[in-house]
């Protein structure tokens, strides 16, 4: 029996369903913990990291349960409770402090892609030369965030008539890139730690179930987070592929296994996809540390594969450092 401290970001005072959802996952794992014959505690995790070394001086537990997805409401500092466990000796779930600065930050994750050949979509940055190709579709995304934080409908921009400096300017994020679009087929590999390496669950794909033709098919936040919607309720996921999808899957099964090396990934992961009409797959992102809330698509994919919740708990918990 482990004695695991389980540490989730400190709320912020009007949270977003998006933050809140790290509630619903706390209490997930705790059930787990609790059935595996595990003790817990539970923490916060905010820019005061002293608490969090109180804490974990007070308690000594065995290792850290990390569902930290903000700091202070930044997915850009996901990585400062792992800097400081590294620091500290103690050992903790998921991906260390390294994978979480190169994945939580999607222009750098699609440089290093891009640098090992593996495929993913162009991108331009604010004040690029050459700027967005006037033929080419785009997609704006905030640079940091994730679970489709700041994306909408109206984030499908046309090349020829979209203008960086004035969008950019008083936004909720502070940065922005643009990312070619890809239209078509969207699909979610799933990872997880197993005794003999990571472990590549059923191939899940997203569909877009009447959308109207000029409807962007896209998981933007309300598909996520907004249960009265149109988005949520109309695209589903399914494990139903066809045969001539089997060559994909495998070309997507390796190109996540390659992701899981090339950023050092531990524990858990998922890696998204886009593919072209002529069937080729482009890497959108990487996550590291994905939302296991007991509705979510990694969990759904690993009892798809065969391994319940309380299973998935228990090998993230043996993968840790």
């Not at 309720?233 to 296994?257: A, H, P, Y």
């Not at 593919?275 to 959108?284: A, E, W």
Request: glycine share 6%.
């Amino acid at each position: 029996m482990k004695r695991v401290l389980l540490v989730i970001n400190a709320m912020s005072e009007d949270p977003s369903g998006d933050e809140l959802d790290v509630l619903v996952q706390a209490g997930a794992v705790e059930n787990a913990l609790t059935k595996l014959g595990h003790s817990h505690l539970r923490s916060y995790c905010s820019l005061n990291l002293e608490k969090v070394k109180e804490v974990i001086r007070a308690e000594s537990p065995d290792l850290v349960f990390n569902l930290v997805e903000t700091v202070d409401g930044k997915g850009s500092l996901i990585h400062l409770l792992p800097s400081l466990l590294e620091a500290l000796g103690l050992p903790f779930t998921g991906s260390g402090s390294y994978p979480l600065i190169l994945t939580t930050d999607k222009v750098r994750t699609k440089r290093i892609l891009s640098e090992h050949l593996v495929p993913t979509p162009e991108w331009i940055l604010p004040g690029s030369d050459p700027g967005p190709d006037p033929e080419k579709r785009y997609i704006l995304k905030p640079t940091w965030e994730d679970g489709s934080a700041g994306i909408n409908d109206d984030s499908i921009v046309q090349g020829s008539t979209f203008d960086f400096k004035g969008f950019c300017r008083d936004k909720k994020f502070n940065e922005y890139f643009l990312e070619e679009y890809i239209d078509g087929r969207e699909f979610n590999i799933t990872m997880l730690a197993g005794p003999k390496g990571p472990e590549v669950m059923p191939v899940a794909e997203m569909q877009f179930v009447d959308y109207p033709e000029q409807k962007p098919r896209i998981l933007n936040y309300a598909s996520k987070w907004d249960s009265d919607s149109f988005e949520y309720e109309k695209t589903v996921r399914t494990f139903q592929l066809k045969k001539e999808d089997s060559e994909l899957v495998v070309q997507m099964k390796g190109i996540s296994l390659k992701c899981w090396e090339l950023f050092q990934l531990r524990g858990y992961a998922r890696v998204d996809f886009r593919v072209d009409p002529l069937n080729r797959p482009f890497v959108l992102e990487i996550n590291a540390n994905p939302c296991i809330s007991p509705d979510a698509g990694f969990v759904a994919a690993c009892a798809e594969g065969g391994v319940d919740y309380n299973t998935m708990i228990e090998r993230i918990l043996m993968d840790t450092n």
